[in-house]
């Protein structure tokens, strides 16, 4: 559980260390600065808080369905197991409708307005 939980981690640490420089590269302004360093700094902000977002999603084949598997008890954690042959079908399904960007984007609009 902690393996798997560890590269949403490390996503939301360079998002957390691009804001610090973002931060320190506009003076505090991010909004007030424009520039191709700037937006670049931006990008990977938005980009590493939605990869570990991403990641956290409760499917078996992501990090969150293992974490996920890890936290429930034994009861619930064999019939969770059942679906990962089916995951990524699950996850493909859940793009295609447009559902996977529902519980995505929230979360990752909220983490990205923390950190700027």
Not at 1 to 8: D, W
Not at 48 to 62: D, E, I, K, T
Request: net charge negative; aromatic share 10%; hydrophobic share 60%.
């Amino acid at each position: 559980m902690l393996i798997a939980a560890a590269g949403p981690a490390s996503n939301l640490l360079i998002a957390v260390i691009v804001a610090i420089a973002l931060q320190a590269f506009t003076f505090g302004s991010p909004f007030e600065t424009s520039g191709r360093g700037v937006n670049v700094l931006f990008a990977a902000i938005q980009l590493n808080v939605v990869l570990a977002v991403f990641n956290m999603v409760p499917v078996p084949p992501l990090d969150g369905g293992n974490v996920l598997l890890g936290l429930l008890p034994r009861h619930l954690a064999e019939p969770f197991e059942q679906i990962r042959p089916y995951g990524f079908l699950i996850v493909v399904g859940l793009a295609a409708t447009g559902y996977l960007w529902l519980f995505i984007e929230p979360i990752s609009s909220a983490l990205v307005s923390l950190l700027i």
